[in-house]
């Protein structure tokens, strides 16, 4: 299984890209990860939030094939803890999909024809966090998952 991460607009803090490389890299170490950058919309000033939703919708449909399993980080989606998370992993990894796409919207969120496509969603967490700590949380979250399924000593019970 590959997982890929998509995400709308490019992070503008060099600290917060050096946390999701380091990250990144730990990943390789168990599976094969992929990060996308979805650059902003252009002239999004000029577009209503549900234009801006349904340009980035078409832009994120855009890199998906058929085959692909889709989950939104989603402030109404499941939440997990590690270990849990880690089993969601070991689930998707035993049904023998190809690529796992995990998704972190634009500001606005996303429209109804990604919603539609959608496989599942998954909250970090109730609390609200800027789209740029969400790639960090997110990919530290992935490594721990895997170090947890490795039984390596990474997580702490």
Do not use: C, W
Request: no cysteine; glycine share 6%.
């Amino acid at each position: 299984m590959q997982i890929t991460l998509i995400a709308i607009g490019k992070t503008d803090s060099v600290e917060l890209e050096q946390l999701i490389s380091i990250y990144e890299k730990r990943l390789q170490h168990y599976i094969k990860f992929q990060f996308h950058i979805i650059p902003d919309i252009k002239n999004s000033k000029n577009l209503s939030e549900a234009q801006q939703k349904e340009k980035e919708g078409e832009l994120i449909l855009g890199q998906l094939q058929s085959s692909d399993v889709l989950i939104l980080l989603d402030e109404r989606g499941k939440q997990y803890t590690s270990l849990e998370f880690s089993q969601f992993l070991q689930k998707r990894m035993n049904s023998g999909i190809k690529n796992l796409v995990l998704v972190i919207g634009g500001p606005y969120g996303f429209s109804e024809s990604v919603y539609a496509r959608a496989n599942g969603k998954i909250s970090l967490s109730k609390m609200t966090f800027s789209h740029q700590m969400v790639r960090v949380f997110l990919v530290e979250q992935l490594y721990r998952g895997f170090t947890i399924l490795r039984n390596e000593p990474y997580h702490h019970q």
